[in-house]
């Protein structure tokens, strides 16, 4: 077979550098590959296997008219793999390989359109749809099709069957939208058409042209992303060496030595990675690589001249610097009118700060185009246990006291809590509910000694910070026996090191809004660790005014400002709800 093949091709003396290299790498892979198949869950396995071999990046980088039709299978194959998952958790992949081939056979069947999105978001509709409705603003996508230019993939104008190509589709499609949005209508085209649907319609209307000179591409992956992915071809490569070591042969010193360089590759990288002082990627490698040939040997030195990591490095660099030089000189129609707004003033909240600092355009997918998205099983878990404490602090705040069998009472309403909030009883599901109701006895216990008591729950404020309008909702608030008041703020997810608390933004938010909103001075804030049974005291800080108001200038600045780039890491996107669509992510 080609394996064996490709195998018994590395024990000659004969082969090329550039072609061993390359067989080296499929022959990596394909051992990660197999020793995966029964170890992974078809979704991940799927997605690790788009980002080894790099087709989404090969993809981005490459400017022909198929290119958007394979990014978009890529996304769909990582959808049904997850879709797939979803319905057998305990599914393998050598299952999975067979369900994909039978869709392969038998052809996918389409997936029905889904309903408008709600308000906020912007709806993708057909011609026919925007008749007799009310429209702000109208983008008319796809002029070009009617005038005998067809691409791939999805259906335009021309290819409808309601609707016939030609001139006069064009012509209808414009005047409908012109007719049918109240403040813009945005015709779009592609390319150089004859006759041109749009000049005279700006001919008429005095409207502006745009060109925009754009190629389909993406930002390369970065050095931490290149790091893990070498990570595994370092172990490989170690393991070989190892195993030579066992039975020496004429060769053995060049692999061994080949492993050593890989590895001297790798802490190269974990350098540049973890580099601060701004540095240029090539200013930065000269001087890694200095400190390397002082370690390194001349035959291991051989090995890192002959490697292609640098140029690729470099490479990236300068396809950053491209990418970058073409979003600071193309110009972008304003999302001004998309903004989340009171009046004039921007509305931020806790959660708005924390997106857009993690990731700008995170918080351009949520909080501008205000796209939609599902509920995950995390997201319904710890809203049934926000709202079983919720009526079980409630019950004590109307009748006055501790409500009698507390314990007994809050597994009465997480009972009740967990039918409604829709969970089934698979597998997953119940581990959920155990955890759940271990979690419940642990609060309680928690409760019974607390000399605490609650004053507000689930309270709203909203105060001004500069221009901007601040908004909240804090889980509850405690009166001390001392009179002094405690924000808390429940957490269901994992807990984070308490180290990491020192620059916290929410809860200083959050006594600030009790100040400015309540009229209460919290002195202190806690997270509620609820499945950890563990409260975690955040203390105040005399800065903490300081620190909400620049954080929030700071972000105002990048609203208004429409700074949406994007800021990838393996840390945060793996866990984006927008990654299927972002163009900086990784699948």
């Given at each position: 077979d080609m394996v064996s093949a490709c195998e018994a091709s590395l024990e000659s003396p004969q082969m090329a550098p550039e072609a061993r290299q390359r067989i080296e790498g499929?022959?990596?892979?394909?051992?990660?590959?197999?020793?995966?198949?029964?170890?992974?869950?078809?979704?991940?396995?799927?997605?690790?296997?788009?980002?080894?071999?790099?087709?989404?990046?090969?993809?981005?980088?490459?400017?022909?008219?198929?290119?958007?039709?394979?990014?978009?299978g890529l996304s769909r194959l990582a959808e049904i793999a997850t879709d797939f998952s979803r319905r057998d958790p305990d599914a393998s992949v050598r299952e999975f390989t067979v369900f994909l081939e039978a869709l392969a056979d038998g052809g996918l069947e389409p997936v029905g359109g889904p309903d408008l999105p709600g308000v906020g978001a912007v709806p993708v509709v057909g011609l026919d749809m925007?008749?007799?409705?009310?429209?702000?603003?109208?983008?008319?996508?796809?002029?070009?099709r009617p005038f005998g230019i067809t691409r791939t993939p999805g259906p335009g104008i021309?290819?409808?069957?309601?609707?016939?190509?030609?001139?006069?589709?064009?012509?209808?499609?414009?005047?409908?939208?012109?007719?049918?949005?109240?403040?813009?209508?945005?015709?779009?085209?592609?390319?150089?058409?004859?006759?041109?649907p749009v000049a005279a319609i700006l001919e008429a209307t005095g409207g502006l042209e745009e060109i925009h000179e754009e190629e389909l591409f993406g930002p390369a992956e970065d050095v931490a992303a290149t790091y893990r992915a070498m990570l595994g071809e370092v172990m490989e490569a170690s393991w070989k060496a190892g195993s030579e070591l066992n039975e020496p042969r004429l060769d053995t010193a060049i692999d061994v030595n080949r492993a050593v360089a890989r590895y001297l590759e790798l802490l190269?990288?974990?350098?540049?990675?973890?580099?601060?002082?701004?540095?240029?990627?090539?200013?930065?490698?000269?001087?890694?690589?200095?400190?390397?040939?002082?370690?390194?040997?001349?035959?291991?030195?051989?090995?890192?001249?002959?490697?292609?990591?640098?140029?690729y490095l470099l490479a990236q660099e300068r396809e950053r610097g491209m990418r970058q030089g073409l979003a600071d000189s193309r110009?972008?129609?304003?999302?001004?009118?998309?903004?989340?707004?009171?009046?004039?003033?921007?509305?931020?909240?806790?959660?708005?700060?924390?997106?857009?600092?993690?990731?700008?355009?995170?918080?351009?997918?949520?909080?501008?185009?205000?796209?939609?998205?599902?509920?995950?099983?995390?997201?319904?878990?710890?809203?049934?246990?926000?709202?079983?404490?919720?009526?079980?602090?409630?019950?004590?705040?109307?009748?006055?006291?501790?409500?009698?069998?507390?314990?007994?009472?809050?597994m009465s309403l997480l009972e009740e809590g967990w039918r409604r909030g829709g969970f089934g009883d698979s597998h997953d599901e119940l581990q959920f509910l155990d955890r759940a109701r271990d979690a419940m006895r642990a609060y309680w216990r928690s409760e019974e000694a607390s000399e605490s008591e609650p004053a507000f729950?689930?309270?709203?404020?909203?105060?001004?910070?500069?221009?901007?309008?601040?908004?909240?909702?804090?889980?509850?608030?405690?009166?001390?026996?001392?009179?002094?008041?405690?924000?808390?703020?429940?957490?269901?997810?994992?807990?984070?090191?308490?180290?990491?608390?020192?620059?916290?933004i929410q809860l200083a938010l959050y006594r600030l809004g009790a100040r400015e909103a309540w009229g209460i001075e919290p002195e202190a804030g806690s997270y509620y660790y609820v499945l950890e049974g563990e409260k975690v005291e955040v203390q105040s800080s005399p800065d903490d005014r300081e620190r909400v108001e620049r954080t929030v200038l700071e972000v105002g600045e990048g609203v208004l400002g429409q700074d949406f780039e994007p800021r990838p890491s393996p840390a945060v996107c793996?866990?984006?709800?927008?990654?299927?669509?972002c163009p900086a992510a990784e699948a």
């Open positions: 499929f022959l990596n892979l394909y051992r990660a590959a197999s020793g995966a198949l029964n170890t992974r869950r078809p979704d991940a396995y799927v997605r690790r296997l788009i980002e080894r071999i790099g087709f989404r990046r090969q993809r981005l980088f490459a400017a022909r008219p198929e290119t958007a039709e394979r990014l978009l925007l008749k007799g409705g009310e429209w702000t603003r109208i983008w008319v996508l796809g002029l070009e021309g290819e409808d069957p309601t609707h016939p190509g030609g001139p006069e589709t064009a012509r209808v499609a414009i005047a409908t939208a012109l007719t049918s949005a109240r403040d813009e209508v945005v015709l779009s085209r592609s390319g150089d058409v004859e006759p041109d190269k990288l974990a350098a540049l990675a973890q580099r601060d002082d701004g540095s240029s990627d090539e200013e930065a490698i000269e001087a890694v690589n200095g400190l390397l040939a002082q370690i390194a040997t001349p035959e291991q030195l051989a090995e890192l001249d002959a490697s292609t990591l640098d140029p110009s972008e129609p304003s999302l001004d009118a998309f903004l989340p707004r009171r009046g004039d003033d921007l509305r931020l909240s806790a959660t708005d700060l924390d997106m857009y600092l993690t990731c700008p355009l995170k918080y351009k997918f949520a909080r501008v185009f205000g796209i939609p998205t599902p509920p995950t099983v995390n997201m319904r878990f710890g809203i049934v246990i926000h709202n079983v404490l919720q009526r079980f602090h409630e019950l004590e705040l109307d009748v006055g006291r501790p409500v009698p069998d507390g314990e007994a009472r809050l729950l689930e309270r709203q404020f909203e105060f001004k910070v500069g221009p901007h309008f601040l908004r909240g909702r804090v889980d509850r608030v405690d009166r001390k026996p001392d009179g002094e008041f405690e924000v808390i703020d429940y957490k269901t997810g994992q807990r984070i090191d308490s180290s990491r608390h020192g620059g916290d793996g866990w984006c709800d927008f990654r299927l669509v």
